[in-house]
């Protein structure tokens, strides 16, 4: 039903959180799972909980940000799975709810890095295979960050705003391949997020965004951005393109 069963699926920011519920489902899928992040013994832990059940599952280890990291993950995949027919662009990290004029170029430039350039580097790097295979699903974890300008900072906004840019245009670009390419656009998730905002300067917290951020309502499990992710990467998605799918609670309907 799901056509993921024996598939090559590559999963980034695999070793915890969204991306480590979303390869646990491709796994039960049949599907055979890349996992890739920085975090080496998060990695290494999914991939044990994939082949302790039964599942096929290899693990990269490394810095998105660097483009050797983002061509050792699809020739894994390439490699280890003979192709690749999914890619998840999924490794994300926090700002620090900075707004602009504090926003430091540090910080906008690992943002940007981390949560859209290196997702745009590992799409154009998957594409030739995809194209060569006339199909292939992407799916971004994008945010509801990517929707409004009250979910976060100023870089990590502006970085899921970009990511939204990327899923359309590429989906219209590659239309007729027989390539799809979609988002999901979450809302507050109970993961291991805020570990990656190192604390926030001083003059910022929930003040900052507090008044917006009522609308929040349920905090999901990451396990239900899971499930959208895997939908919209099978075959029940077949006519699906382009799509941001908020996964929300509602909050995007406020
Ligand atoms: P998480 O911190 O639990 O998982 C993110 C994973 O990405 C971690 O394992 C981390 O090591 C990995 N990672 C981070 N930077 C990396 C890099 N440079 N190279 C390789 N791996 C890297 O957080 P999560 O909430 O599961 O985050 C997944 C995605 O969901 C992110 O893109 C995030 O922006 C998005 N998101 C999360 C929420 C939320 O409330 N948790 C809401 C909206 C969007």
């Known amino acids: 039903m799901t056509g993921l069963s024996g598939s090559s699926v590559v999963v980034t920011g695999a070793g915890s959180g969204i991306g480590r519920a979303a390869a646990l489902r491709f796994a039960e899928e049949g599907a055979r ?5 920085l975090n ?3 990695a290494k832990a999914v991939v044990a909980e994939i082949e302790a059940a039964g599942g096929t599952a290899v693990a990269v280890t490394g810095d998105l940000s660097d483009p050797a990291m983002v061509e050792q993950v699809v020739s894994t995949a390439v490699d280890t799975f003979g192709g690749l027919d999914v890619l998840v662009n999924n490794a994300g990290i926090m700002d620090r709810m900075t707004a ?5 170029d540090e910080e906008w430039e690992r943002l940007i890095r981390v949560n859209l350039t290196a997702p745009f580097q590992l799409t ?3 594409l030739p295979h995809m194209l060569a295979k006339g199909k292939g ?3 971004y974890t994008a945010s509801e960050a990517g929707l409004r300008g009250s979910a976060s900072g100023t870089a990590y906004t502006v970085s899921k705003h970009g990511i939204v840019g990327l899923t359309r245009s590429t989906a219209i670009m590659y239309r007729n391949s027989g390539i799809r390419v979609n988002a999901i656009a979450p809302g507050g998730t109970m993961t291991n997020i805020s570990a990656s905002m190192g604390g926030m300067p001083e003059g910022y917290g929930p ?5 917006y951020m009522p609308n929040v309502g349920r905090i999901a499990e990451a ?6 992710i895997v939908f919209l990467a099978s075959d029940a998605a077949s006519n699906i393109n382009g799509v941001v799918l908020p996964v929300d609670n509602g909050w995007s309907a406020v």
Do not use: C, K, W
């Open 100 to 104: 602009t004029a504090d926003v430091t």
């Open 124 to 126: 154009r790097a998957v």
């Open 137 to 139: 699903a992407i799916v």
């Open 33 to 37: 799972v890349v996992v890739a992040d």
């Open 40 to 42: 080496v013994d998060g």
């Open 207 to 211: 003040q900052t965004l507090g008044p």
């Open 223 to 228: 396990d239900e951005q899971a499930a959208a």
